[in-house]
Protein backbone atom coordinates (compact mmCIF):
# COMPACT_ATOMS: atom_id res chain seq x y z
CA UNK A 1 0.00 0.00 0.00
CA UNK A 2 3.04 2.03 -0.17
CA UNK A 3 1.50 4.31 -3.68
CA UNK A 4 -1.60 4.39 -1.33
CA UNK A 5 0.13 6.63 1.23
CA UNK A 6 2.23 8.44 -1.09
CA UNK A 7 -1.11 10.07 -3.00
CA UNK A 8 -2.61 10.73 0.89
CA UNK A 9 0.06 12.65 1.77
CA UNK A 10 0.37 14.50 -1.88
CA UNK A 11 -3.69 15.25 -1.05
CA UNK A 12 -3.60 18.90 0.68
CA UNK A 13 -6.63 20.92 2.32
CA UNK A 14 -7.74 23.21 -0.48
CA UNK A 15 -9.65 25.43 2.17
CA UNK A 16 -10.41 25.41 5.93
CA UNK A 17 -13.59 24.63 7.53
CA UNK A 18 -14.65 25.93 10.57
CA UNK A 19 -14.83 23.67 13.25
CA UNK A 20 -18.34 21.89 14.49
CA UNK A 21 -18.51 19.30 16.53
CA UNK A 22 -21.23 17.06 14.92
CA UNK A 23 -24.53 16.98 17.39
CA UNK A 24 -26.79 13.81 15.96
CA UNK A 25 -29.97 14.61 16.95
CA UNK A 26 -29.77 18.04 14.96
CA UNK A 27 -28.24 16.23 12.15
CA UNK A 28 -31.52 13.36 12.07
CA UNK A 29 -33.87 16.07 12.70
CA UNK A 30 -32.35 17.66 9.88
CA UNK A 31 -31.70 14.80 7.11
CA UNK A 32 -35.12 13.14 7.69
CA UNK A 33 -36.81 16.70 7.29
CA UNK A 34 -38.02 17.03 3.29
CA UNK A 35 -38.56 20.05 3.44
CA UNK A 36 -35.38 20.89 5.00
CA UNK A 37 -32.02 21.54 2.29
CA UNK A 38 -29.84 19.05 3.84
CA UNK A 39 -32.62 16.38 3.39
CA UNK A 40 -30.49 13.22 3.25
CA UNK A 41 -31.34 11.60 -0.26
CA UNK A 42 -31.23 14.71 -1.86
CA UNK A 43 -27.33 15.55 -0.57
CA UNK A 44 -26.93 11.81 -1.47
CA UNK A 45 -27.71 12.04 -4.88
CA UNK A 46 -26.04 14.86 -5.51
CA UNK A 47 -22.55 13.34 -3.90
CA UNK A 48 -23.66 10.53 -6.21
CA UNK A 49 -23.77 12.18 -9.35
CA UNK A 50 -20.30 14.16 -8.43
CA UNK A 51 -21.45 17.34 -7.36
CA UNK A 52 -18.09 19.54 -6.29
CA UNK A 53 -20.37 22.28 -5.73
CA UNK A 54 -21.46 20.95 -2.13
CA UNK A 55 -20.62 22.96 0.74
CA UNK A 56 -18.98 22.47 4.35
CA UNK A 57 -22.31 22.33 5.68
CA UNK A 58 -23.71 20.21 3.83
CA UNK A 59 -20.38 17.77 3.77
CA UNK A 60 -21.28 17.56 7.71
CA UNK A 61 -25.03 16.38 7.01
CA UNK A 62 -23.82 14.42 4.57
CA UNK A 63 -20.69 12.54 6.20
CA UNK A 64 -22.05 12.06 9.90
CA UNK A 65 -25.69 11.99 8.72
CA UNK A 66 -24.69 8.07 7.18
CA UNK A 67 -24.55 7.04 10.40
CA UNK A 68 -28.48 6.82 10.07
CA UNK A 69 -28.59 5.26 6.94
CA UNK A 70 -29.68 1.53 6.93
CA UNK A 71 -26.63 0.60 4.60
CA UNK A 72 -24.31 1.91 7.34
CA UNK A 73 -22.36 -1.10 8.65
CA UNK A 74 -19.71 -0.21 9.96
CA UNK A 75 -18.49 -3.80 11.55
CA UNK A 76 -19.06 -5.44 8.39
CA UNK A 77 -16.55 -6.11 6.11
CA UNK A 78 -18.02 -5.51 2.40
CA UNK A 79 -16.56 -7.69 -0.13
CA UNK A 80 -15.66 -4.94 -3.03
CA UNK A 81 -13.16 -3.64 -0.39
CA UNK A 82 -11.32 -6.94 -0.66
CA UNK A 83 -11.42 -6.84 -3.81
CA UNK A 84 -10.71 -3.46 -4.25
CA UNK A 85 -7.09 -3.78 -2.38
CA UNK A 86 -6.73 -7.02 -4.27
CA UNK A 87 -6.57 -6.04 -7.96
CA UNK A 88 -4.92 -2.51 -6.47
CA UNK A 89 -2.21 -4.21 -4.99
CA UNK A 90 -1.68 -6.80 -7.48
CA UNK A 91 0.82 -5.21 -9.21
CA UNK A 92 3.06 -1.27 -8.97
CA UNK A 93 2.15 -0.57 -12.75
CA UNK A 94 -1.45 -1.86 -13.15
CA UNK A 95 -2.64 -1.68 -16.90
CA UNK A 96 -6.03 0.07 -18.19
CA UNK A 97 -7.95 -3.26 -17.66
CA UNK A 98 -6.63 -3.77 -14.06
CA UNK A 99 -7.59 0.40 -13.78
CA UNK A 100 -10.91 -0.90 -14.40
CA UNK A 101 -11.42 -3.62 -12.59
CA UNK A 102 -10.48 -1.50 -9.60
CA UNK A 103 -12.49 1.14 -10.53
CA UNK A 104 -15.68 -1.38 -10.47
CA UNK A 105 -14.53 -2.35 -7.51
CA UNK A 106 -14.30 0.91 -5.93
CA UNK A 107 -17.81 2.04 -7.06
CA UNK A 108 -19.28 -1.32 -5.73
CA UNK A 109 -17.77 -0.08 -2.27
CA UNK A 110 -19.37 3.23 -3.00
CA UNK A 111 -22.73 1.29 -2.02
CA UNK A 112 -21.71 0.55 1.68
CA UNK A 113 -19.13 3.22 2.51
CA UNK A 114 -19.38 6.24 -0.02
CA UNK A 115 -16.86 7.97 2.02
CA UNK A 116 -14.11 5.87 2.67
CA UNK A 117 -11.00 8.11 2.54
CA UNK A 118 -9.22 5.06 1.22
CA UNK A 119 -11.56 3.69 -1.67
CA UNK A 120 -11.82 7.86 -2.66
CA UNK A 121 -8.23 7.81 -2.78
CA UNK A 122 -7.86 4.45 -5.23
CA UNK A 123 -10.44 5.95 -7.34
CA UNK A 124 -8.99 9.02 -7.84
CA UNK A 125 -5.72 7.28 -8.48
CA UNK A 126 -7.56 4.92 -11.29
CA UNK A 127 -9.08 7.65 -13.30
CA UNK A 128 -6.03 9.69 -13.19
CA UNK A 129 -4.24 6.93 -14.55
CA UNK A 130 -6.85 6.15 -17.31
CA UNK A 131 -6.86 10.01 -17.99
CA UNK A 132 -10.30 10.73 -17.16
CA UNK A 133 -9.64 13.90 -15.56
CA UNK A 134 -13.62 14.64 -14.32
CA UNK A 135 -13.51 11.66 -12.62
CA UNK A 136 -10.18 11.85 -10.82
CA UNK A 137 -11.36 15.72 -10.28
CA UNK A 138 -14.44 14.37 -9.05
CA UNK A 139 -12.72 11.44 -6.28
CA UNK A 140 -10.26 14.59 -5.37
CA UNK A 141 -12.62 17.28 -4.46
CA UNK A 142 -14.80 13.68 -2.24
CA UNK A 143 -11.84 13.25 -0.95
CA UNK A 144 -10.52 16.22 -0.17
CA UNK A 145 -13.94 17.40 1.71
CA UNK A 146 -14.51 14.09 3.98
CA UNK A 147 -11.33 14.97 5.50
CA UNK A 148 -11.70 18.37 6.14
CA UNK A 149 -15.12 17.30 7.46
CA UNK A 150 -13.58 15.05 9.82
CA UNK A 151 -10.18 17.83 10.08
CA UNK A 152 -13.47 20.12 11.62
CA UNK A 153 -15.43 18.10 13.83
CA UNK A 154 -12.51 18.26 16.79
CA UNK A 155 -9.22 18.91 17.31
CA UNK A 156 -7.99 15.80 18.10
CA UNK A 157 -5.39 16.55 20.68
CA UNK A 158 -7.46 16.61 23.76
CA UNK A 159 -9.92 13.53 24.71
CA UNK A 160 -12.58 15.76 25.19
CA UNK A 161 -12.08 17.69 21.69
CA UNK A 162 -12.09 14.29 19.26
CA UNK A 163 -12.11 13.79 15.86
CA UNK A 164 -15.42 12.39 14.72
CA UNK A 165 -15.18 9.09 12.41
CA UNK A 166 -17.69 6.45 10.75
CA UNK A 167 -15.29 3.65 10.83
CA UNK A 168 -11.95 2.65 12.39
CA UNK A 169 -10.79 2.58 8.96
CA UNK A 170 -11.52 6.46 8.17
CA UNK A 171 -9.49 7.01 11.74
CA UNK A 172 -6.41 5.45 9.97
CA UNK A 173 -7.16 7.01 6.45
CA UNK A 174 -7.07 10.18 8.28
CA UNK A 175 -4.07 10.07 10.14
CA UNK A 176 -2.23 8.59 7.44
CA UNK A 177 -3.30 11.70 5.21
CA UNK A 178 -2.07 13.87 8.18
CA UNK A 179 1.63 11.40 7.59
CA UNK A 180 1.33 9.37 10.72
CA UNK A 181 1.82 6.02 11.72
CA UNK A 182 -0.64 4.21 13.98
CA UNK A 183 1.51 2.61 16.97
CA UNK A 184 -1.30 1.42 18.72
CA UNK A 185 -4.41 2.34 19.96
CA UNK A 186 -5.71 2.66 23.46
CA UNK A 187 -9.23 2.95 24.62
CA UNK A 188 -10.05 6.24 26.87
CA UNK A 189 -13.62 6.30 27.39
CA UNK A 190 -17.11 4.72 26.25
CA UNK A 191 -16.56 6.65 22.80
CA UNK A 192 -13.09 8.39 23.00
CA UNK A 193 -9.62 6.29 21.79
CA UNK A 194 -6.42 7.51 21.66
CA UNK A 195 -4.22 6.45 18.64
CA UNK A 196 -0.34 6.78 19.51
CA UNK A 197 2.28 7.61 16.49
CA UNK A 198 5.40 6.16 15.64
CA UNK A 199 6.75 9.26 16.12
CA UNK A 200 5.77 12.43 16.10
CA UNK A 201 3.96 14.67 13.73
CA UNK A 202 4.82 17.75 12.44
CA UNK A 203 3.34 19.42 15.01
CA UNK A 204 4.64 17.54 17.82
CA UNK A 205 2.08 15.61 18.33
CA UNK A 206 2.00 12.15 19.63
CA UNK A 207 -1.03 10.63 18.91
CA UNK A 208 -4.33 11.55 18.51
CA UNK A 209 -8.62 11.53 19.75
CA UNK A 210 -10.87 9.94 18.01
CA UNK A 211 -14.37 10.07 18.81
CA UNK A 212 -16.03 6.47 17.34
CA UNK A 213 -19.22 6.26 19.33
CA UNK A 214 -21.45 6.09 16.14
CA UNK A 215 -19.84 2.54 15.62
CA UNK A 216 -20.34 1.70 18.44
CA UNK A 217 -24.12 2.19 18.50
CA UNK A 218 -24.01 -0.51 15.97
CA UNK A 219 -22.94 -3.10 17.98
CA UNK A 220 -26.05 -5.48 18.28
CA UNK A 221 -26.27 -4.91 21.77
CA UNK A 222 -26.25 -0.84 21.78
CA UNK A 223 -29.08 -0.78 18.36
CA UNK A 224 -32.16 0.64 18.99
CA UNK A 225 -35.51 -0.26 17.04
CA UNK A 226 -35.17 1.87 13.81
CA UNK A 227 -37.32 5.25 13.29
CA UNK A 228 -39.43 6.11 10.43
CA UNK A 229 -37.50 7.38 7.95
CA UNK A 230 -39.01 7.15 4.77
CA UNK A 231 -35.61 7.65 2.97
CA UNK A 232 -35.22 6.34 -0.89
CA UNK A 233 -32.40 7.02 -3.43
CA UNK A 234 -32.76 4.73 -6.44
CA UNK A 235 -30.59 1.91 -6.26
CA UNK A 236 -28.70 3.12 -3.26
CA UNK A 237 -31.36 1.90 -0.34
CA UNK A 238 -31.08 4.42 2.44
CA UNK A 239 -34.11 3.03 4.42
Not at 134 to 151: A, L, P
Request: proline share 5%; net charge negative.
Amino acid sequence: MKRFLILLLALMPLFAMAQRVPDNEAILARTIDNSSPYYYPRLMERYIHGDTTLTADEYHHLYYGFAFADNYRPLENDPARIDVLEVFVATETPDSTQLLRVIEAAERLMHSDPFSPQNLNILTFAYGKLGDERMERICYDRFTKVMQTIEASGTGRREDSPWHVLTFQHAADFTAWRGGEINNRQVRSRSVEYIQLRVKDADGNRGYFFDFSRVYMKRPEYEKPKEERKWKLNDMPLN
